[in-house]
């Protein structure tokens, strides 16, 4: 064996034997994970004090020890159980509960930090629920909103969020769009056709299900808060896409 061979054997040794040494600490091997993980990095960049998580659910985001989380869900664990049986053996964190996007229970101005991943699609109201992370949060605080990518989701199909269309949804109640949303979620999502989509559509709408109700690309996301300025005062900090999203982190205006 030569000399360049000897040293990748034994660089493949010592690899070995330090994957080895990591798996046999459930607790180191947890620390490796998220120190790959990018939302870990931006966590701990970005993120110290006293927050709030919203819909959580069995996948918290791993925090720095700088920063403590609460957990808001507008449901108890065991109406979640109910709405989600295939997560039956799951933990469900939720310490509070409330609508997210008016999240009533929570002081003005208490938080240092909301964090919100895969929500903001989910929210009728986009505009308003951005200017409840702003009424919660103190002077400087952050908000961390991990934002799916429409083009690498279940959502490719469908047709980007416009600012016209939040807007009226803001300005006039989403009411006015629900049933075009889910008539959307259908046709495009569910590839459902004709009377099928408009049946599957009533039946989400009656149950009130939560879909997701606007979809964007990273840039697509950027135009919106851009735009969204002038309701709820947040600049951009950081943006990072990973995986299937965009992880936008969010710092309240002074």
């Known amino acids: 064996m030569n000399s360049e061979n000897a040293a990748a054997v034994h660089g493949n040794n010592m690899l070995a034997l330090l994957k080895a040494a990591v798996r046999s600490t459930p607790a180191m091997e947890r620390l490796a994970r998220h120190a790959l993980d990018r939302r870990y990095q931006l966590a701990r960049k970005h993120l110290k004090g006293i927050g709030i998580e919203i819909g959580a659910l069995d996948r918290p985001l791993f925090l720095p020890k700088q920063a403590t989380a609460y957990y808001l869900d507008h449901l108890l664990p065991g109406d979640l159980y109910a709405h989600y049986p295939e997560l039956s053996n799951r933990k469900f964190y939720v ?19 909301v964090i919100a991943n895969h929500v903001i699609e989910h929210c009728e109201d986009p505009i308003a629920t951005l200017m409840t992370f702003v009424g919660k949060l103190r002077a400087g605080g952050m908000v961390f909103m991990a934002v799916p990518d429409m083009r690498r989701t279940f959502d490719k199909n469908r047709t980007q969020t416009t600012w016209k269309h939040l807007l009226a949804d803001h300005t006039h109640g989403p009411s006015i769009s629900r049933m075009q949303h889910f008539r959307e979620w259908a046709l495009n999502v569910e590839n459902l056709t004709d009377d099928a989509a408009e049946q599957r559509a ?22 919106f808060l851009d735009s969204a300025k002038q309701f709820a005062p947040l600049k951009v900090a950081e943006v990072k896409s990973w995986r299937n999203e965009n992880i936008f982190m969010l710092e309240k205006v002074k």
């Open 95 to 113: 310490s509070l509960v409330a609508d997210g996007e008016d999240m009533a229970c929570v002081q003005d101005g208490a938080l240092d930090f």
């Open 202 to 223: 009533k039946a989400l709408f009656d149950m009130g299900y939560s879909i997701h109700f606007h979809c964007w690309t990273r840039d697509g996301f950027q135009d």
